[in-house]
């Protein structure tokens, strides 16, 4: 009769932990499930947007992500298959939000999530916590091996924000870093935050392709105008009438599709 009431008792905190956001972490798989997807759909347009005011990016300055953006055939995934984990550190409202920012990237090409097996040696692990003070990060491209994306609440958990951080994970750069961006923007350096001049580096030629690609104002990989300013100034202007730079959007533009597209040949 005792083991009968504790096991009772057991279940039914299990059963309320699980009706609430607080679920213990050791009950939350390292995948993401239907529940999460479906939560996914329900989320609030603030759940959505891209919170730039607060936002802090990283950029990992390891010579292989900064010096192979795009050109080199080694950084993509194969057969745009991409395994990943995720920690049990993200709790129900988090993991909708990924969950949402995943559905984006797959539901308009060719791209994959899925959950890691042990046969996988390359793979993503999503997780607010890298054991480092580093901002929000992902590195750019397949590095091999365990690569984190690193993005924690309040500051980087948002649709927008996440589905740019996996834009990088998927291969892509900054579209504001682009060999060609001369001719489409100005950086305004004297209004940037000097500590985060390395934000609007020019990538070299030599080094990444545009793919042929037209310039994208509207990117999910393009910062906004206000980025990281010093004195409440933009640091990037437009060069051409009829253009803005805002970070608004939290969906892939046609360009963004199509790039992808051609990028994986799929």
Same mark, same amino acid.
């Given at each position: 009769m005792k083991i009968i009431i504790i096991i009772s008792i057991l279940f039914f905190f299990v059963i309320t932990f699980t009706r609430c956001n607080s679920i213990p972490s050791v009950l939350r798989p390292p995948y993401l499930t239907d529940e999460d997807f479906e939560r996914g759909k329900a989320l609030t347009f603030e759940?959505?947007?891209?919170?730039?005011?607060?936002?802090?990016?990283?950029?990992?300055?390891?010579?292989?992500?900064r010096a192979n953006v795009w050109i080199a055939q080694k950084y993509k995934w194969p057969n745009a298959r991409?395994?990943?984990v995720i920690s049990s550190l993200y709790n129900n409202d988090e993991r909708a939000i990924i969950a949402e920012s995943i559905r984006e990237w797959e539901s308009k090409t060719c791209i994959r999530f899925v959950p890691a097996s042990s046969q996988d040696r390359d793979y993503l692990e999503l997780t607010p916590n890298d054991g480092t003070n580093n901002y929000c990060y992902s590195y750019v491209g397949r590095q091999g091996g365990r690569q984190f994306v690193k993005m924690y609440?309040?500051?980087?958990?948002?649709?927008?924000?996440?589905?740019?951080?996996?834009g990088h994970a998927?291969?892509?750069?900054?579209?504001?870093?682009?060999?060609?961006?001369?001719?489409?923007?100005?950086?305004?350096?004297?209004?940037?935050?000097?500590?985060?001049?390395?934000?609007?580096?020019?990538?070299?030629? +030599?080094?990444?392709? %545009? *793919?042929?690609?037209? $310039?994208?104002?509207?990117? &999910?990989?393009h910062y906004p105008d206000y980025s990281y300013?010093? +004195?409440?100034?933009? %640091? *990037?202007?437009?060069? $051409?009438?009829?253009?803005? &730079?805002?970070y608004m959007n939290v969906r892939l533009t046609p360009t963004d599709i199509e790039k992808t597209k051609k990028y994986y040949n799929c």
């Open positions: 759940e959505r947007r891209f919170k730039w005011t607060d936002f802090r990016e990283y950029l990992p300055s390891n010579s292989k992500t991409v395994p990943y609440a309040p500051t980087c958990m948002s649709v927008g924000q996440y589905v740019h951080e996996l998927i291969g892509f750069g900054h579209e504001h870093q682009r060999p060609d961006r001369d001719n489409y923007v100005e950086i305004k350096w004297e209004n940037i935050d000097p500590s985060f001049h390395y934000a609007f580096d020019k990538y070299q030629a +030599n080094s990444f392709t %545009t *793919l042929g690609m037209v $310039y994208d104002y509207y990117s &999910i990989m300013s010093s +004195n409440g100034k933009p %640091t *990037l202007v437009p060069k $051409y009438a009829g253009h803005q &730079i805002t």
